[in-house]
């Protein structure tokens, strides 16, 4: 028989496809890439290279479809609703069973496997949430899971025998330990992203997605940059965010577009840049100098010439800015 093996490139999928794998199955992988990964924050490319390692490992052919769009407007509306912060989790995973059932038609494949565990997550991996998932997305019976089969009710595999139903595991929970203990008896070593993980479960970063939704329309640029440096609301239409390091410095001077202002500090002191976007007046210019000026290394000194432009354009203003405390712009960090 063949299935499709849901790869995320986490522990736990792994493990199903290697189990299902060696039961005899043909499975083809199929992973969903969206920029909400935890795994790999700091691309566009989610969890992709993780499930290559893992589809490389088990000899598999990986199919990889790009999500990011339907996403992205599941997150404006969730018919389901959020979690504890912005994560759609059951209508994610109702996305991602489609995507599933229609690889499946595609390569004549007979069921889906996952590698979800009985209450592993708390919003979508609950039996009677996981039925309903199953049935909005078309896939009712349909889905595998090898690592808690045993804890539900035969699926259509079991039940036709396609599957041996004693061969499965009865996993339930949201400790490692049996997980870990089975990747060692596989020989499975290198698993990048352990315990999985979604970008939209992170507080600070739900913070800066609702604060987007609030003002403009989302885009893959704008989620881009919610994962990096520090993000200030100055204005209903302008933002601020703030390089934490070298390597922010420059994705923020990279990801700059036409009419972005840029800050930073002149060329005798350490710094960060920082890009506004938006709308500025004197009044906010000033403002996201100080900020920026708040946040580099005066050396003993109590203030410092701060340099900003409008991108692409050569015209450079300055303004000498005196440090201010921290707390005087917490009310604006998002």
């Known amino acids: 028989m063949k299935a499709i093996a849901l790869i995320s490139g986490g522990l736990d999928s792994t493990l199903a496809a290697k189990l299902m794998h060696g039961l005899g199955l043909e499975l083809i992988a199929l992973n969903t890439v969206s920029p909400f990964c935890l795994c790999n924050h700091k691309t566009s490319s989610g969890c992709f290279h993780g499930a290559g390692l893992a589809a490389k490992e088990l000899g598999l052919t990986l199919l990889s479809i790009n999500v990011s769009a339907e996403l992205m407007e599941i997150i404006k509306n969730p018919k389901h609703g959020y979690g504890s912060n912005m994560n759609p989790c059951i209508d994610c995973r109702i996305l991602l069973f489609k995507k599933a059932k229609e690889a499946m038609q595609k390569e004549g494949a007979s069921f889906v496997i996952t590698g979800e565990v009985v209450g592993q997550r708390p919003m979508s991996q609950k039996r009677q949430t996981m039925r309903l998932i199953e049935k909005e997305s078309g896939l009712d019976g349909l889905v595998l899971r090898p690592l808690s089969a045993r804890l539900l009710e035969p699926t259509i595999p079991e039940k036709e025998g396609w599957v041996n139903r004693e061969k499965l595991l009865s996993i339930n929970g949201r400790g490692r330990r049996q997980q870990i203990s089975l990747a060692n008896e596989f020989g499975i070593n290198d698993y990048p992203c352990p315990s999985g993980g979604c970008l939209l479960t992170d507080p600070e970063f739900s913070r800066r997605l ?121 009310s604006v960090r998002i």
């Open 210 to 330: 609702k604060d987007l939704m609030k003002y403009q329309e989302l885009n893959l640029g704008d989620i881009k940059l919610l994962k990096i440096g520090r993000h200030f609301r100055l204005s209903e239409t302008t933002k601020l965010i703030v390089g934490r390091n070298e390597t922010e410095n420059a994705q923020l001077l990279a990801m700059a577009a036409e009419g972005d202002h840029i800050f930073g500090p002149n060329e005798e002191t350490a710094g960060p840049n920082a890009l506004g976007k938006g709308i500025f007046n004197k009044e906010l210019i000033e403002l996201a100098c100080a900020i920026t000026c708040r946040y580099c290394d005066l050396n003993g000194k109590t203030d410092t010439e701060i340099v900003y432009t409008i991108f692409p354009g050569k015209e450079v203003k300055t303004a000498r800015v005196t440090q201010g405390e921290k707390d005087k712009f917490e």
